[in-house]
C-alpha cells in the first residue's frame, strides 16, 4: 500500500485553505457595501466561523482536555494576533493606504519569515529560496497591481507593516508543535476568542461597528444580506482556518507562507466570476509566477526554525523515531 508524502499532502491542504480564504473578499464586498464596517463583518465570520468548528472540536479534544490547557498561549496567541490583531490592523491601514498597496505589504510575511530565519540561524537561505522569493514577490505584485492613487500615508503603511508582521506569527504559532492539540480546536477556539476581542476593540469606538439587514446584490440578483455571510462564515472562516493550520503544522511556517499566497491569486479570480471585477494577462502571469516561487520554495527541503517554529510536523516525528 503507498502512502502520500506528508508533505504533498499539506501542499493539499494548503491550496483548499488559499482557496477558501481567497472567498471572503468576493462575498464581504457587497455586505461592505451596503453599510457593514469591516470589524462587524470581520467579528461575525470569526463568531460563525467558531461555532461551525466547535462541535468538532469538542470531539477531537475529548480525554485531552489537558493538551488545551498545555496550548493555552497558543491558543491565545492565534486569537489576538492571527485572527483579530492581523485583521483589525489591516482594515485600519487600507483606510489610509490603497487597498492593493495594504495587500502587497502583509502578503510580504513569507519574505520576513527567511529574513527571520536568516537571522536567527545566522545561516543565509540557499539560492533556490532566495530566488523563490523574489519570483513570487514579482508575481504578488503583478497579481494585485499596487498603485499610488491614494498617497501613502505614513501610519498607514506603518499599520500594513505591523499587519504583515501579525501575518507572519499566524503561520509561526500555527506551525508549533501541537502538542496533542487538534488542529481544529486551536482553529475554532482561536476564531472564538478572536471574536471576542474584535467585539472588544468596537466597544471601544476605536473603529466603527455598523451592520445592515437590507438585501445585497450577489449572483446577479438580490440576496438576503446572511447568505454571503454564512458562505464566508463557514467556508473562508471555519474550512479556511482548519484547513491553513493543519497545512502549516506539516509543512512548517516558511513553504505554508509561500503557499499562502495563492490567497490572493484566488481572491482575483473571484472576483472576476463573482463581481465581474477585470482580469489582465499580467495578473494571470503574476499568478503563474507565484506558483514557480513556491515550487523553487518547496525543492529546498531544509527548512530552518524561527524560533522552534518553522519544523514541520512530519520532521519532528522522524527525528523523534531516529
Not at 489537558?66 to 489591516?90: C, E, K, N, P, S
Amino acid at each position: 500500500m503507498t502512502h502520500r508524502h506528508p508533505t504533498s499532502v499539506g501542499l493539499l491542504i494548503a491550496v483548499v485553505a488559499a482557496a477558501t480564504f481567497g472567498m471572503s473578499g468576493a462575498f464581504i464586498k457587497p455586505l461592505l457595501e451596503s453599510g457593514w464596517s469591516p470589524v462587524a463583518a470581520v467579528t461575525a465570520r470569526a463568531l460563525i466561523g467558531g461555532l461551525v468548528l466547535l462541535p468538532f472540536a469538542l470531539v477531537a479534544v475529548r480525554g485531552r482536555w489537558a493538551a488545551v490547557w498545555r496550548g493555552r498561549w497558543r491558543l491565545l496567541g492565534m486569537a489576538l494576533v492571527g485572527v483579530a490583531g492581523t485583521q483589525v490592523l489591516y482594515f485600519a491601514a487600507i483606510q489610509r493606504i490603497p487597498v492593493s498597496t495594504g495587500i502587497l505589504v502583509e502578503y510580504l510575511a513569507p519574505v520576513l519569515l527567511v529574513v527571520v530565519a536568516w537571522a536567527l540561524s545566522r545561516k543565509a537561505p540557499r539560492a533556490v529560496v532566495l530566488i523563490g522569493s523574489v519570483v513570487a514577490v514579482g508575481g504578488l505584485v503583478l497579481v494585485v497591481s499596487p498603485d499610488g492613487s491614494g498617497g501613502l500615508d505614513p501610519l498607514g503603511l506603518i499599520l500594513a507593516v505591523i499587519a504583515m508582521v501579525g501575518c507572519a506569527a499566524f503561520y509561526v504559532i500555527a506551525a508549533r508543535p501541537s502538542d496533542r492539540l487538534p488542529p481544529v480546536a486551536l482553529a475554532s477556539g482561536g476564531l472564538l476568542i478572536g471574536a471576542i476581542a474584535l467585539a472588544a476593540v468596537g466597544a471601544t469606538g476605536l473603529l466603527p461597528v455598523t451592520v445592515s439587514f437590507a438585501d445585497v446584490p450577489l449572483f446577479g440578483q438580490d440576496t438576503a444580506w446572511w447568505v454571503p455571510l454564512a458562505i464566508v462564515g463557514v467556508f473562508a472562516t471555519a474550512i479556511a482556518y482548519a484547513a491553513s493550520i493543519t497545512a502549516t503544522e506539516l509543512l512548517g511556517s516558511r513553504l505554508a507562507s509561500f503557499t499562502g499566497l495563492l490567497e490572493v491569486v484566488a481572491a482575483t479570480l473571484y472576483a472576476w466570476l463573482l463581481l465581474g471585477e477585470r482580469l489582465t494577462l499580467l495578473q494571470l502571469f503574476g499568478g503563474v509566477l507565484i506558483l514557480g516561487g513556491i515550487a523553487l520554495v518547496r525543492a529546498d527541503r531544509g527548512d530552518p526554525a524561527v524560533g522552534a517554529a518553522s519544523e514541520p510536523r512530519a520532521r519532528q516525528r522522524e527525528r523523534t523515531l531516529r
